[in-house]
Each structure stands twice: as C-alpha cells, then as structure tokens.
C-alpha cells in the first residue's frame, strides 16, 4: 500500500519541486474558480453573422503568444503548450502559414451557444451604463462631504467615462497637492465584472468612512474610481440581449468591423507587440496612439495630475495581479521602483490569491494602460485579472471577486501616500 502510495506521490512531488516559470504560470491561470452557472440560453442566433471562432492553437512560450496577438487572435486562455481564444475566419486561416497549429476550431456562434446566459434575466443584479451613472450620481449625492462625480470626456459614441472623486477637502476636477489613486473598470466590454467590483470599491469606501483607516485615507488621499471606461463597448456587448463577446470599444473600423482594442491603444511602444493591426482583430491597436476618445480622456487625466502615485486596472479574468513591464521582455529597470511593483503586487496577490507577475511573462503586449502610465509619470500601474473561468461568471462572482479585491484595494491605498517606504 505504502509503496502504491508513494509511486503514485513519486512523479507529482518532482514535478511540484521542478515547476518552472510556466508551470507556475499555467497554475496561476488554473486557481480555483466559481462554479459555471447553469445556462439559461443555448440561443446564439444574434451572433450567426459574426465571423469570429473560438480556437485553440498550439503556442510553446511567451514568445508564441506574443505573436500570435499580433496575428490577431485574442488569447482568452493560457495552457502549457496551447492557448484558446477568439481570430477572425481570415486571420485563421493565416495562421498555419505562419507556422501555428490549429487545434480545434468552432464558429463562435457555437461556442457561445454553450456558454451564453441571458444578461438582463440572469445577471440583472449587473450594473449597465445606466445603471452605473445612477448609481455614481446616488454615491455621490448621498456623500456629499467626501465624494463627487465628473466625466473624464465622452466616449466614441457621445456617452460620458464617468468618475467618482473620493477627498474631502477637494471636490470635481479640482487640483489636489494630496496622493492620488486611481481605480478604473472595464477597459473591455465584456469584462463587466470588472465594473462591479469598482462600484463595490466605492460603495464599501463611502458605506465604511467612519471605519478609523478609510476615514484616514479619505482625509489624507485623492481617489478615483472610473468603473465603466469602455461604456460603448459594455452596452454594444449586451444591448441584444446576448452576451456578444465583444471586447473593444465601438468605433467603426474603415473595413466596417467595430472597435478599437483600448489596451493597446496607449503610446507605450505602441503596437509593436502582442497587438494586431488587422482592424478585425480583437487586439487592434488603432489607427495610431491614443486614436480613442476613451484612451486620450485617460492620458489627460492622468497627464494632469502629478500627484497620481498608484492605479490599479481591472480586466478580467484569470486570476492575475499584474505589473509592468507588458510590452517589454524586461523588468522595470529602476531597481527601487522594481522593488515597489514587487512588494505591492505580492502583497495584493496574497489578499485576493490572485498571482502576481511582470506582465510580459504572459506574452509580450505593447500600449497597455499601466506601462504608459508608469512610462509617462512614473505610476505603480496594476492590472488585476479578476476570477473566474468565464467573461460571464454570473451574479454569484461579484460579491466574492469584490470582497478580496476590496482588501487589496484597501492595502494600495495604504501604501499610496509613499511607495517608495516599501523600497526602504
Ligand atoms: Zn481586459
């Protein structure tokens, strides 16, 4: 018996000791996640004109990823040797000239007829832009002596990127010599948890601030949280009904395909990795740098604000705490600020059992959000990718992604008024 045992044990032990970078990375991605919720909808007619597959593809290393991005498959999910995401038909079919294997393949109209459940039944406790402006403007109204409300500047389409100031001494735009943080949700469409969990953010800092250490920071910090920055591409990925898979913003491409990938849209080394220039693409990087509405209201806010220390961007999913850089196959250079980036993201890993990594140990991606804003002001930019196995985790996630990312939350902001106290 014992000797079954420890034949059995034999093999996983020396693998456990000899786990290298990519073992690690794919347990990061394989971190327990919320039970699938029951389909209510096996319906996905809306996407029978959508030309877009679900694919598998055979990609050894971050290197593999990287250009597989830029071939323009948007990579959902990471396994040792392969990688699943969403390629346009003609992009697919270009990719076993460029050397990718193509392992399994279906229409994403039959993808999401597995996957899909009704948002507006199912989800309604989910926050559309509305609903997301109502319930800022409520926050807001009910707190006045701590919190106001402005728009960062409107969207392709017109709508407001609306963001919640937390300071009790500053209100709106008005400058601020205090440190600044900054939280924002839902760069991407789909990713509509990642909005909740900024509401929730904001909701428990508000709902809390006689708690001794909220008042502390509300009295003391500058915060910001801009939940919905991508509210065109949030409503385009709900408004039939059913969920679309869409990721980007909504600008009409010069080819008629819709959006802009907003993380790759940062002038950061733009587009010169992990992002693809085909239009089609998930990952299109634009025209040029900053080419969105919704990108360049971010730029400027931050370009205004020297005093932005900290901010953190919620993607979603993976379970993933990630810093810079993302476009570079590097660390950040400066050996004090590495050390920052390293001390927060272990620390907020820890709160959330999310895995904190460089960002390009994924795969190499150019114009992201947190290498511009580290690059450009020198901001210890985060993303969190949130739980779960699934863009459309249910109902069920967001109090549970919410709670472990207020806790991490709560440690940023306690390390905001100087970082630089944890390289010391
Ligand atoms: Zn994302």
Same mark, same amino acid.
């Given at each position: 018996?014992?000797?079954?045992?420890?034949?059995?044990?034999?093999?996983?032990?020396?693998?456990?000791?000899?786990?290298?970078?990519?073992?690690?990375?794919?347990?990061?991605?394989?971190?327990?996640?919320?039970?699938?919720?029951?389909?209510?909808?096996?319906?996905?007619?809306?996407?029978?004109?959508?030309?877009?597959?679900?694919?598998?593809?055979?990609?050894?290393?971050?290197?593999?990823?990287?250009?597989?991005?830029?071939?323009?498959?948007?990579?959902?999910?990471?396994?040792?040797?392969?990688?699943?995401?969403?390629?346009?038909?003609?992009?697919?079919?270009?990719?076993?000239?460029?050397?990718?294997?193509?392992?399994?393949?279906?229409?994403?109209?039959?993808?999401?007829?597995?996957?899909?459940?009704?948002?507006?039944?199912?989800?309604?406790?989910?926050?559309?832009?509305?609903?997301?402006?109502?319930?800022?403007?409520?926050?807001?109204?009910?707190?006045?002596?701590?919190?106001?409300?402005?728009?960062?500047?409107?969207?392709?389409?017109?709508?407001?990127?609306?963001?919640?100031?937390?300071?009790?001494?500053?209100?709106?735009?008005?400058?601020?010599?205090?440190?600044?943080?900054?939280?924002?949700?839902?760069?991407?469409?789909?990713?509509?948890?990642?909005?909740?969990?900024?509401?929730?953010?904001?909701?428990?800092?508000?709902?809390?601030?006689?708690?001794?250490?909220?008042?502390?920071?509300?009295?003391?910090?500058?915060?910001?949280?801009?939940?919905?920055?991508?509210?065109?591409?949030?409503?385009?990925?709900?408004?039939?009904?059913?969920?679309?898979?869409?990721?980007?913003?909504?600008?009409?491409?010069?080819?008629?395909?819709?959006?802009?990938?907003?993380?790759?849209?940062?002038?950061?080394?733009?587009?010169?990795?992990?992002?693809?220039?085909?239009?089609?693409?998930?990952?299109?990087?634009?025209?040029?740098?900053?080419?969105?509405?919704?990108?360049?209201?971010?730029?400027?806010?931050?370009?205004?604000?020297?005093?932005?220390?900290?901010?953190?961007?919620?993607?979603?999913?993976?379970?993933?705490?990630?810093?810079?850089? @993302?476009?570079? %196959?590097?660390?950040?250079?400066?050996?004090?600020? /590495?050390? #920052? !980036?390293?001390?927060? &993201?272990?620390?907020? $890993?820890?709160?959330?059992?999310?895995?904190?990594?460089?960002?390009?140990?994924?795969?190499? @991606?150019?114009? %992201?959000?947190?290498?511009?804003?580290?690059?450009? /002001?020198? #901001? !210890?930019?985060?993303? &969190?990718?949130?739980? $779960?196995?699934?863009?459309?985790?249910?109902?069920?996630?967001?109090?549970?992604?919410?709670?472990?990312?207020?806790?991490?939350?709560?440690?940023?902001?306690?390390?905001?008024?100087?970082?630089?106290?944890? &390289?010391?």
């Amino acid at each position: 018996m014992k000797k079954v045992l420890l034949t059995l044990l034999l093999p996983l032990l020396a693998a456990a000791a000899s786990a290298g970078p990519l073992d690690q990375l794919r347990r990061g991605l394989d971190l327990p996640s919320a039970p699938e919720p029951a389909l209510e909808s096996a319906d996905a007619s809306h996407l029978a004109g959508d030309d877009r597959y679900w694919v598998t593809v055979t990609a050894d290393d971050k290197y593999d990823r990287t250009a597989l991005l830029r071939s323009g498959l948007d990579i959902v999910e990471i396994e040792k040797n392969f990688v699943s995401g969403f390629i346009r038909l003609d992009a697919m079919e270009q990719l076993a000239a460029k050397g990718f294997i193509v392992r399994s393949r279906q229409p994403i109209a039959d993808y999401a007829a597995r996957h899909l459940k009704d948002f507006p039944a199912g989800d309604a406790v989910y926050h559309n832009y509305s609903e997301t402006t109502d319930a800022l403007k409520e926050l807001a109204a009910a707190h006045p002596a701590e919190a106001s409300l402005f728009s960062l500047g409107k969207t392709t389409e017109g709508r407001e990127i609306w963001c919640l100031r937390l300071n009790t001494s500053e209100k709106g735009e008005t400058p601020s010599t205090r440190p600044a943080v900054l939280f924002m949700g839902n760069h991407h469409g789909r990713e509509h948890l990642t909005n909740e969990v900024a509401l929730a953010l904001a909701r428990h800092l508000l709902a809390n601030k006689a708690d001794p250490a909220i008042r502390g920071y509300l009295d003391t910090l500058d915060v910001y949280v801009a939940p919905l920055t991508n509210p065109d591409g949030a409503e385009y990925d709900i408004k039939t009904g059913k969920y679309r898979w869409h990721r980007k913003n909504t600008r009409i491409n010069p080819d008629k395909s819709v959006g802009v990938d907003l993380n790759r849209n940062y002038d950061s080394l733009w587009c010169q990795a992990g992002a693809s220039q085909y239009a089609s693409a998930d990952t299109y990087c634009g025209p040029y740098a900053f080419s969105e509405p919704e990108t360049r209201a971010i730029r400027d806010f931050v370009l205004a604000r020297p005093n932005l220390k900290t901010l953190m961007s919620y993607h979603s999913y993976s379970s993933l705490l990630l810093y810079p850089w @993302a476009g570079r %196959d590097e660390d950040v250079a400066d050996a004090r600020d /590495r050390k #920052v !980036f390293e001390t927060m &993201a272990r620390a907020m $890993g820890a709160l959330t059992a999310y895995r904190p990594q460089r960002a390009s140990d994924l795969y190499v @991606a150019t114009g %992201d959000t947190g290498d511009w804003a580290y690059a450009a /002001r020198g #901001v !210890f930019a985060f993303t &969190a990718e949130l739980d $779960g196995s699934t863009f459309y985790p249910g109902a069920a996630m967001i109090e549970k992604a919410a709670a472990k990312n207020i806790k991490a939350a709560l440690y940023l902001l306690g390390v905001s008024d100087d970082p630089y106290k944890l &390289a010391r």
